[in-house]
């Protein structure tokens, strides 16, 4: 008998691989290719099961990776071309997000009221 995929089990592997991925620059259309699927299809899958636009999640990881090497590096230039961002995009991006200036040393990893990476791959994982 063959098994079903759960869409949750794929979006699950999809949040393993941007994990696993997020400093290569991805691009939406890199995870749908990367799981097998048209990428409208799983773009809408992404968002049915996690709440959020998949453009919008490698979005904010980005901007999380970026501060976290950020606070190790205070190499803005290095950083941005890493993630394929123009540094001056990147820092207004971080700002309108978190509220805060991307230089800010006092705020190390941003609070985010939306789970995301591990978190988010158990609520799914616990909700299945």
Same mark, same amino acid.
């Given at each position: ?47 049915? =099961? ?27 230039? =290095? ?31 941003? /609070? ?13 994982? /616990?909700?299945?």
């Amino acid at each position: 008998m063959e098994r079903t995929i759960k869409i949750e089990d794929i979006i699950i592997e999809s949040l393993i691989y941007i994990e696993w991925h997020i400093e290569d620059g991805l691009k939406p259309a890199d995870i749908s290719t990367e799981m097998n699927y048209p990428f409208k299809v799983f773009k809408q899958m992404f968002s049915n =099961v996690t709440g959020m636009e998949l453009s919008s999640y490698l979005h904010l990881r980005t901007l999380i990776e970026a501060k976290k090497e950020w606070d190790i590096t205070n190499a803005i230039e =290095v950083i941005a071309a890493k993630y394929n961002q123009h540094p001056e995009l990147l820092i207004k991006a971080f700002k309108k997000e978190f509220g805060y200036s991307f230089f800010d040393k006092r705020n190390t990893i941003p /609070n985010c009221s939306k789970l995301i990476g591990k978190e988010l791959i158990e609520a799914i994982s /616990n909700a299945a």
